[in-house]
């Protein structure tokens, strides 16, 4: 039994050092390639540093050089791992094949963030260029030549934020392909940072494109838009928050309010008193002893944007 365990102990270590070998002869064919993929990804680190400085200072002009070199250096260093992973030999070993799509996950994220980079910085600097650098985060004090023209980059640009939400979605798969286990061990803890920082970029960004979508509705642009508002009293309880009392009417003109209008909502609901006979839900009717439904009840579903839609209905009716 001894004598077995011994020429196995040989046979594994004989295997082991043959692999070890042979890892070797991989590491010694590939060492120009290795070489290669570490000096490109270190000039794209330092490009995507630099490209990131230039957005903290708002120099968005000076973004597109430093990120269009982060993603060449980012291609390159892609296209050693390919080289690598073509090596018949690499593939034999697991460890070595495993490590190379582990680095090429991590690198396709690094080119990734990178293109997003510079597609948003365009995006910044056609606004800071329209703006001849007046818009400084302060909306509501440029004129209105400034809003229409920041209103309407934004207004076209829908399919370059669609476009930036795939690449983060593309960055988190990326990063999720990583193991656990292996070269990038050591790096866990700075790409699980990474990963909460795309995921709340992704997660601002399936807000901001519905929200750049609907901008011409929200902001009056670049035709007028017209907002009915409902004041609720919440100290009279309703589904939506509370008793409608009162009600405005707003225009909206290139994202600035104008000719706001309030109304105690009894104004519309009385003289409609005898003209509208309108059957109210059966709850309304059991619950607030009323004959015919109102304005004032027509928040009835705590579901706002059922309600939302019968409050606009009702309104409409009674304004006839």
Avoid at 39 to 55: D, H, Q, R, V, Y
Avoid at 158 to 181: C, F, V, Y
Avoid at 228 to 256: C, H, S, W
Avoid at 284 to 313: C, E, H
Wanted: one cysteine or more; proline letters at 4%.
């Amino acid at each position: 039994m001894k004598k077995v365990i011994i020429k196995i102990l040989k046979y594994l270590l004989i295997i082991g050092l043959g692999l070890i070998l042979l890892l070797g002869v991989v590491l010694a064919i590939q060492s120009r390639n290795i070489k290669n993929y570490y000096s490109a990804m270190l000039n794209g680190k330092t490009s995507l540093e630099a490209a990131t400085a230039n957005l903290k200072a708002q120099k968005y002009s000076e973004i597109k050089n430093d990120a269009e070199a982060a993603v060449t250096y980012f291609g390159e260093a892609e296209n050693s791992l390919i080289k690598i992973k073509e090596n018949k030999l690499a593939n034999l070993i697991y460890p070595i094949i495993t490590s190379v799509n582990d680095l090429e996950y991590l690198t396709k994220t690094a080119e990734v963030l990178s293109k997003s980079l510079l597609r948003s910085s365009g995006i910044l600097a056609e606004v800071d260029s329209a703006t001849s650098g007046r818009f400084k985060g302060s909306f509501s004090e440029l004129s209105t030549a400034d809003r229409q023209a920041i209103l309407s980059i934004i207004y076209q640009s829908t399919p370059e934020l669609n476009g930036l939400k795939a690449n983060l979605q593309l960055s988190l798969d990326n990063l999720n392909k990583i193991h656990r286990i292996g070269i990038l061990l050591p790096l866990n803890k700075q790409i699980d940072n990474i990963r909460d920082q795309l995921q709340t970029a992704k997660d601002a960004m399936d807000k901001l494109v519905p929200l750049a979508q609907l901008l011409p509705a929200l902001t009056g642009y670049p035709q007028e838009s017209n907002f009915l508002v409902i004041l609720q009293n919440n100290d009279e309880l309703r589904p939506t928050g509370g008793f409608i009392g009162t009600y405005g009417l707003m225009t909206v003109k290139d994202a600035k309010p104008n000719n706001i209008i309030t109304e105690d909502v009894y104004h519309l609901d009385m003289p409609c008193i005898d003209k509208l006979k309108v059957t109210p839900p059966a709850r309304i009717s059991k619950y607030m002893g009323v004959t015919y439904w109102w304005l004032r009840d027509a928040n009835w579903s705590p579901d706002f944007p059922t309600s939302a839609k019968q409050i606009q209905n009702m309104f409409l009716s009674e304004s006839e």
